[in-house]
């Protein structure tokens, strides 16, 4: 089966400019999309990046948006399809951590929390499918996480275990011309110093308890997102939570 192809796509990256954000930028740019990064406050290190993927001959539109806020994400969006046309693939990587607990977290953290990485991809899913279902084909790609699935990491397990609920409901509601998928990494191998500031010694226990003993990384999780828009074996596949973190899950 032929590989399909991204040339010329309009592929749409929240939180693109750094961490993850960017792995996923790089890898979609090398596949010939066209590019929209959204970034919140991070303009020097957005346009670092687009200025790097220009010089390397790709289309790139940077664009700043506090993405838990509606009319921040209709600007966004109607910036992006007056660049390139509709959206063809959504990714959302934008998502703050945190793991106060609620007895002691104020209500602007909790909204924070749940409007970035929860709310933020109701906003978008309901600006960018009418035009992927009027045109036959998109690809939706949530971020959960490993947290989702313990009950230690409070607000931020909320929001992930959410993600992957509404996941589900909108592969239902976007089916058949859109697929909606989320990844759930574990601890990422280049993030680890950051988790490890919230929880000392996190990194190292879910090495250890993995059973691979090894941390998933950046590229890794953008190329399971690569291979979600153009593996044909994908396009049978929606609502799927796709947990990578050498088996970590099994055993925490």
């Known amino acids: 089966m032929d ?7 309009h592929v ?3 939180g693109g400019s750094r961490h993850l954000g960017e792995a996923v930028a790089r890898r979609f740019a090398a596949l010939g999309a066209n590019l929209t990064i959204n970034h919140w406050k991070d303009a020097e290190k957005a346009e670092e990046l687009r200025r790097d993927l220009e010089a390397q001959g790709h289309r790139v539109l940077v664009v700043e948006a506090d993405v838990s806020q509606s009319e921040q994400v209709r600007a966004l969006v109607a910036k992006a399809v007056g660049e ?7 990714i959302h990587c934008a998502g703050p951590f945190a793991m106060t607990p609620f007895t002691q977290m104020d209500e602007r953290e909790w909204d924070t929390i749940l409007g970035v990485n929860l709310k933020a991809a109701y906003l978008l899913v309901k600006e960018v499918a009418p035009k992927m279902k009027e045109r036959g ?4 790609i949530l971020m959960a996480a490993g947290s989702a699935f313990i009950r230690t990491h409070s607000i931020y397990t909320l929001a992930k275990s959410s993600v992957i609920t509404l996941t589900e409901e909108l592969a239902v509601e976007l ?3 859109i697929t909606v998928n989320a990844i759930a990494p574990g601890q990422i191998y280049e993030s680890a110093e950051m988790m490890d500031a919230f929880e000392p010694g996190f990194s190292a226990r879910a090495t250890q308890a993995a059973p691979l003993k090894r941390l998933v990384t950046r590229p890794e999780v953008a190329e399971m997102m690569a291979l979600i828009c153009t593996s044909p074996a994908m396009q049978s596949v929606t609502g799927h939570t796709f947990v990578m ?4 899950r099994l055993t925490a």
């Open 137 to 140: 084909w998109g690809r939706v």
């Open 12 to 14: 749409l990256i929240t």
């Open 245 to 248: 973190d050498g088996g970590w």
């Open 175 to 177: 089916g058949p011309e």
């Open 84 to 90: 390139f046309g509709p959206v063809d693939v959504l």
């Open 3 to 9: 590989t399909i192809s991204l040339e010329g796509k």
